[in-house]
């Protein structure tokens, strides 16, 4: 069963002018599931995730509308009062940001921000929080937690920063945790580290994972099923293997032609996607990916494409090669 | 932390000690002197040559000085040349009022703005924000004593709210202990007596709290403002805390920096609009005694009294760096 189910999200910005930012995402992702969104920086998948806890900036007043749907647990997220939220977030639903330095309040010791959270969700005593954060801090792969726990940010290396965000996202065991882009601010060695973490927590709680990237190589290694965004839109939808065996949508391959692979032997060329994300055109008027695509025809101005194909699905009239088009449809 | 503050005390010797070589040379070269004041029109420049003398006030300055430092030292501050009573006994008795003026200013000009900054901030665009903009700018743009004659005018004389004049009615024969009345009363126990000078505080006290609060209003809205946009503040708010304590451990203990130092800078400005408020309240504190003082350059209490403000405003300042570490643990580590 569907653990969170979300349809049709969309987020409108209305500053001096609309941005429609998230335009009509629908993805499911099922207990204990790593399901990847993956797209070009800009195309909504932060805005995705605020959207769904509730913590857009101003979020649910005149300035931004969110409409569509979110059911987690049979519950709408998007129409929850804030004091639901308030319950769900950190204890249900958990999330870990990008940049561990700046996520981090300065002024705090790590060990109380880290034990905040379950004083506030399991009651217990201050004391008690910091033993249990101690061992916490201890899961997540730091070393000396006891000294770590009165130390501030400023003192802690960019892992093991992200390390304690991700030890405070896992403290309640929330059934759901949604990763926004946790390794773009680190090394590259440490990269892998947290991935790995990452995995090895999901899979010891049977939590479910929204993995939010732009990097495909992040959702191979990770995701049990990948939604690739494209300018507020979920272009395509499938298992791991399927995406990457047999992609359809010339964004995705596209994508997947764009990074380095170990088998393409010396001498193979990246083909990086002409263009850049500000070429969009509104999907109102066809397909947004158009302007930068090669095998873009007559018919893909002609209106938004539909969304077709179960389980693997995409958005394109003239999908790319490498799937049997009948057995898709 | 206590060696940090050690070493800022020690600091504060050289800074206090050009700051007295420089108003001792400043005071002494103004024109006109004490005799003037005293003898008035009356004096030949006999009588005048010989007061001057009397006063020691004919050696050259940098005995005067050393005389002057050297019974400072002693916590001996000198005779007053116009009233002839020590000038420690003089301050003794005006400056709690000063002090207990300036301190509940300060009290409700930060108990009110940093709630109302923060109350703007977060529902910024409302009618509370829009009010405590429009409030406070207000506030900063009245003269301080045309703010004082209204509000007088209003609470005291047509209301009938407040005393209008004095720091305790004449009738009440309080205990003095400290000549801080507020709390005089409440350490001898007579509390009719505390509440009638809380009562003569109320006006003087919010009129000089006017500035600062509308300052501290202002400061803490765009302190606030700003922290509320970290992305601190969203991970709080992701891990699903209570709004008290997003508030007060992730957005106030980020906001309070500048609000502190903003804090401190105020204090000076309001010593000296502590001295306009006494006198359109007739209250007796040190601003009378100073202005009159000045008239008659009556040197030792002016030099007291300037000596006296500078150790106030740097130990507020000294309490500010120090609360800087506090709350901010990168400052600590430098
Ligand atoms: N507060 C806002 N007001 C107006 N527009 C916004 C706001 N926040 C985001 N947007 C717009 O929404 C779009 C999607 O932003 P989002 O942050 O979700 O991108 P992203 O996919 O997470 O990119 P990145 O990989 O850089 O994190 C952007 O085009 C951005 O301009
Ligand atoms: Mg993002």
């Not at chain 2, 709630?115 to 429009?134: C, E, N």
């Not at chain 2, 969203?234 to 903003?262: D, F, M, Q």
Request: proline share 5%; hydrophobic share 45%; charged share 20%.
């Amino acid at each position: 069963m569907a653990l969170l189910e979300v349809e049709d999200l969309g987020v409108t910005f209305r500053g001096d002018r609309e941005v429609r930012a998230v335009d009509g995402v629908s993805f499911t992702v099922d207990a204990g599931e790593v399901t990847g969104l993956v797209g070009e920086s800009g195309c909504g998948k932060s805005v995705t995730s605020l959207a769904l806890i509730g913590l857009l900036p101003k979020q649910n007043t005149r300035r931004v509308r969110v409409d569509g749907r979110a059911l987690f647990d049979g519950l709408d997220l998007l129409r929850a009062d804030t004091r639901t939220l308030r319950d769900i977030r950190g204890r249900e639903i958990a999330m870990i940001f990008q940049d561990p330095l700046s996520s981090l309040n300065p002024v705090v010791p790590i060990g109380v921000q880290v034990a905040e959270v379950l004083v506030r969700h399991r009651g217990v005593s201050k004391a008690e929080a910091q033993r249990r954060a101690a061992q916490l801090l201890d899961r997540v792969g730091i070393p000396d937690p006891n000294r770590r726990l009165k130390e501030y940010p400023h003192q802690l290396s960019g892992g093991m920063r992200q390390r304690a965000l991700i030890a405070m996202a896992v403290a309640c065991r929330p059934r759901l945790l949604i990763a926004d882009e946790p390794t773009t601010a680190l090394d590259v060695t440490i990269q892998a580290q947290i991935l790995e973490l990452l995995k090895e927590l999901v899979r010891e709680d049977g939590t479910a994972m929204i993995m939010i990237t732009h990097d495909l190589g992040v959702v191979a290694g990770l995701c049990d099923r990948v939604n690739v965004l494209y300018a507020g839109r979920v272009v395509e939808s499938a298992a791991r293997r399927p995406l990457f065996a047999e992609p359809v949508h010339p964004y995705t391959i596209g994508l997947l032609n764009s990074i380095p692979r170990l088998d393409a032997g010396q001498g193979a060329r990246l083909t990086p996607i002409r263009g850049s994300v500000r070429d969009v055109l509104p999907w109102s008027q066809g397909c947004a990916f158009a302007p930068r695509c090669d095998r873009a025809v007559e018919e893909c101005l002609a209106g938004p494409p539909e969304i077709t194909g179960d389980p693997h699905s995409f958005r394109c009239v003239n999908p790319g090669v490498g799937v049997d088009l009948e057995e898709v449809r | 932390m206590l060696r940090y503050i050690v070493r800022r005390l020690l600091q504060l010797i050289p800074t206090l000690l050009g700051l007295s070589v420089i108003l001792f040379i400043w005071l002494h070269r103004l024109p006109g002197g004490p005799e003037t004041a005293i003898l008035g029109e009356r004096g030949t420049d006999e009588t005048r040559a010989k007061l001057r003398h009397d006063l020691g006030l004919d050696e050259p300055l940098w005995i005067q000085y050393f005389r002057f430092m050297r019974r400072m030292i002693t916590g001996n501050l000198g005779t007053s040349i116009s009233t002839h009573r020590p000038v420690v006994t003089e301050f003794a008795e005006r400056f709690p009022g000063t002090v207990e003026l300036t301190v509940s200013a300060l009290i409700i000009a930060i108990g009110l703005g940093i709630p109302l900054g923060y109350l703007a901030a977060r529902r910024r665009g409302s009618i509370v924000d829009h009010g405590s903009v429009a409030g406070s700018l207000l506030g900063i743009c009245v003269p301080i004593f045309v703010l004082a004659y209204l509000v007088k005018e209003v609470f005291a004389v047509k209301l009938g709210w407040f005393p209008a004049a004095g720091r305790q009615d004449v009738t009440i024969d309080a205990t003095r202990v400290t000549n801080f009345y507020v709390l005089d009363g409440m350490l001898t126990g007579e509390w009719d007596a505390a509440a009638d000078a809380l009562k003569h505080l109320v006006l003087p006290a919010f009129t000089l709290a006017t500035i600062p609060l509308a300052i501290i209003i202002r400061m803490t809205r765009a302190s606030v403002l700003e922290v509320l946009g970290e992305d601190y503040v969203r991970t709080a708010e992701a891990k699903g805390l209570t709004e008290r304590v997003v508030r007060r451990r992730h957005v106030l203990r980020n906001a309070l920096l500048p609000i502190v130092t903003t804090i401190g800078l105020l204090t000076g400005g309001l010593l000296s609009g502590a001295v306009l408020t006494e006198t359109v309240y007739s209250f007796t504190g040190i601003g009378q005694f100073i202005a009159e003082s000045i008239d008659r350059r009556d040197y030792p209490v002016l030099m007291g009294f300037i000596m006296f403000v500078a150790v106030i405003y740097v130990t507020v300042n000294l309490l500010v760096d120090i609360s800087y570490g506090l709350i901010d643990p990168r400052v600590r580590v430098r």
